[in-house]
T-cell receptor, first 109, second 115 residues
Framework: GNSVTQMEGPVTLSEEAFLTINCTYT??????LFWYVQYPGEGLQLLLK?????DKGSNKGFEATYRKETTSFHLEKGSVQVSDSAVYFC????????FGAGTILRVKS | GAGVSQTPSNKVTEKGKYVELRCDPI?????LYWYRQSLGQGPEFLIY????????DSGLPNDRFFAVRPEGSVSTLKIQRTERGDSAVYLC?????????????FGPGTRLTVT
């Protein structure tokens, strides 16, 4: 089955800093790769996805590239905002999602 | 349009009692998923349905847990003889159909507390 390892948090950054959250996965077959975000007090929302190797998913200034050769899907953002404070989950998907433990991001003004 | 809804939003029950958690997926979505999220952890897969049938129930922790989707729409997760370790947020998600490229849309969850 699929599994995922995410960078441990919490990650604390100042506003406008560069963000990287590492994610590596193991999978049978060719999963799609997803990043979900959970804002305080809210439900899980899809942030971005990539469905095949070398695809780049992007949304709200966040980007992640599906790297089959390194089995990675690292999340990046060039300039974080306080409103980006949330928990981020990396998840490969076959028929079901397999979530990492989540990375807490705290952005200070 | 309406998203995935779950009821109740909170449920407190005593150890040993039976509970039912309901999920109403997005209209037209044939795949429905149940996950469980313990505090500080990522969601953990329990079961998924394609239509009325359970296509994969490998995540159900034991035979106290059971889920149904009799008409291919609403689903109910049933937990018998609840234990304190069952306390968690139970999440439901739906997608247009199964398959890796289809996004899963999550409901707000039901927070279950077993005292």
């Amino acid at each position: 089955g699929n599994s995922v390892t995410q960078m441990e948090g919490p990650v604390t950054l100042s506003e406008e800093a560069f963000l990287t959250i590492n994610c590596t996965y193991t999978a049978t077959g060719y999963p799609s790769l997803f990043w979900y975000v959970q804002y305080p007090g809210e439900g899980l929302q899809l942030l971005l996805k990539a469905t095949k190797a070398d695809d780049k998913g992007s949304n709200k200034g966040f980007e992640a590239t599906y790297r089959k050769e390194t089995t990675s899907f690292h999340l990046e953002k060039g300039s974080v905002q306080v409103s980006d404070s949330a928990v981020y989950f990396c998840a490969p998907r076959g028929n079901k999602l397999v979530f990492g433990a989540g990375t807490i991001l705290r952005v200070k003004s | 349009g309406a998203g995935v809804s779950q009821t109740p939003s909170n449920k407190v029950t005593e150890k040993g009692k039976y509970v039912e958690l309901r999920c109403d997926p997005i209209s037209g979505h044939t795949a429905l998923y149940w996950y469980r999220q313990s505090l500080g952890q990522g969601p953990e897969f329990l079961i998924y349905f394609q239509g009325t049938g359970a296509a994969d129930d490998s995540g159900l922790p034991n035979d106290r847990f059971f889920a149904v989707r009799p008409e291919g729409s609403v689903s109910t997760l049933k937990i018998q003889r609840t234990e304190r370790g069952d306390s968690a947020v139970y999440l439901c998600a739906s997608s247009l159909t199964r398959g890796p490229s289809y996004e899963q849309y999550f409901g707000p969850g039901t927070r279950l507390t077993v005292t």
